[in-house]
């Protein structure tokens, strides 16, 4: 007989618990809503990772920070969620936008003219994936990976490379 998302709800908390619908593969559909949230360890999965989308940010424009000096913007959009069953990990996906001040390949250092226009902006389009752990309501930033494109279309990395690794569940794709 065939499992209903009832039959997995955690009736006080009235909501499913993503480690028990991963092990008795239940319909991803059947992963919570707006009534029925989904949970991990007994706290509201959303709760928790939207609660820390701004930590888990500022941890990706620090890595971009330590990489390339002279970042002038930085916007970042999360766009994916998943599992590794495996590790007990998640996997957050971003799309990034950063602007960076670069050394003025035309600048000129005997025309004292050109002195302000030592330095010019170069924005490019980036991606993140960061892997993260939850303990109670805080994350634990393990990794961060980037690469050259937006997440769904980096040909090597982004979700690419999330989707070849069997252990990994897909929660939100945006």
């Known amino acids: 007989m065939k499992k209903t998302f009832k039959d997995y709800i955690n009736e006080k908390a009235k909501g499913i618990e993503l480690l028990t619908a991963i092990e ?34 500022d941890k990706i424009a620090e890595h971009f920070e330590d990489d390339n000096a002279g970042i002038t913007d930085f916007q970042g959009q999360e766009v ?17 936008w950063i602007t960076e001040e ?26 993140a994936t960061v892997t993260f752990t939850i303990s109670g309501s805080k994350i634990k930033v393990k990794n961060i990976g980037t ?17 070849k690794n069997k252990n990994i569940v897909d929660i939100r794709l945006d």
């Open 24 to 57: 008795d593969e239940v319909e991803q559909d059947l992963w919570g809503s707006d009534k029925n949230p989904l949970f991990y360890n007994g706290k509201d999965l959303f709760n928790v990772y939207m609660d820390n989308l701004g930590e888990i940010k």
């Open 102 to 127: 670069v050394d003025n390949p035309d600048f000129d250092m005997d025309d004292e003219d050109s002195y302000e226009d030592e330095f010019i902006e170069e924005s490019f389009t980036s991606n």
């Open 80 to 96: 994916y969620l998943g599992y590794d069953k495996k590790k007990d990990e998640f996997v957050s996906g971003w799309d990034l």
């Open 147 to 163: 690469g050259d494109n937006i997440f769904y279309s980096d040909k090597h990395l982004g979700y690419k490379k999330v989707e």
